[in-house]
């Protein structure tokens, strides 16, 4: 297949890029604007590597079967400045392109969309947006919609994903990177009180499994999770077990007003037609992930 990745240097997409050149699809093309994603994230990759803002116009040169579009601004820094507008705008390219060459579009949605919502959180229940990247997210779901019975479209909603080739994300990386940088440093661990609050967390190998199986879905938007909730004071306990470590939490008061307290996919649909479960059980992913991070100086 001949295969294009935008964001192709970021987190998931930069993972994404180099399982598919592994698999020795005929071309894989990365798009990449280089505002967050780094090209150390794709290091060995030996295709095509265009710099280019999805929300500008541009003829790429060639005809693509397939399109994963993992493009977007997600850091909240960028709150309340483009980030709605720059994702629709790139969103609504990445279609054009898509309609164009009669291809195969899987695009990231994002569980954000769901905010303080009932859990197990279902794709069609009531949506609680808190940022203007969780409102593209939900505009972009709506987009999609329209086209199910035009195009081959599938919208994976990530929950909270971790793994390898995270750490140019700054801030917005996970807790797994962000609590094990802290304890590589020797310092101790603090989570809110009481820390039960608790995420769905899903290793990047799954979600890189998951948008390949995207490719034989019928047209949707699937949950992508674990439909596990992990807590807070879990991944502490996890990482001491995998750096044979054994740090105490310190428990400090959460100023935010609003927080998302709980998040856990419901993955029913996703099983039913995406054909995703996920393989890697948490603690299991996160030694794998503690040992990619010291192969990799980190």
Request: glycine share 8%; with cysteine.
């Amino acid at each position: 297949m001949k295969c294009l990745v935008t964001g192709g240097a970021g987190f998931i997409g930069s993972n994404l890029v180099l399982e598919l050149e592994k698999q020795g699809h005929e071309v894989v093309v990365v798009v990449d604007n280089l505002f967050t994603g780094k090209k150390e994230n794709l290091r060995g990759f030996k295709g095509r590597f265009i710099e280019w803002d999805i929300c500008k116009k541009k003829d790429l040169g060639e005809k693509f079967d397939v399109i994963f579009h993992e493009a977007a601004i997600t850091d909240p820094r960028y709150e309340g400045g483009d980030t709605f507008k720059k994702n629709i705008e790139g969103f609504n390219n990445v279609i054009n392109i898509a309609l164009k060459d009669n291809a195969k579009l899987v695009y990231a949605s994002s569980a954000s969309v769901y905010g303080n919502g009932p859990c197990p959180m279902e794709e069609d229940q009531e949506k609680d947006p808190q940022t203007d990247y969780a409102r593209s997210k939900i505009e972009m779901d709506r987009i999609a919609e329209t086209y199910f019975k035009k195009m081959h479209i599938v919208g994976l909603r990530y929950f909270n994903v971790f793994g390898p080739r995270e750490s140019h994300k700054g801030r917005p990386a996970s807790m797994v990177y962000h609590l094990r940088k802290t304890m590589m440093n020797g310092e101790t661990p603090r989570l809110f009180k009481p820390g039960t609050q608790a995420r769905d967390q899903i290793y990047v190998k799954d979600i890189v499994r998951a948008n390949l199986l995207a490719l034989d879905a019928p047209s949707g938007v699937y949950n992508v999770g674990t439909g596990e909730k992990i807590n807070f004071s879990e991944i502490v306990y996890a990482l001491n077990e995998a750096m044979k470590t054994d740090f105490e939490i310190e428990y400090i008061e959460n100023p935010y007003e609003e927080y998302q307290n709980l998040s856990q996919a419901d993955t029913k649909k996703a099983e039913k037609y995406l054909k995703f479960k996920a393989e890697w059980k948490f603690r299991e992913a996160v030694k794998d992930y503690h040992k990619w991070l010291l192969k990799n100086g980190e």
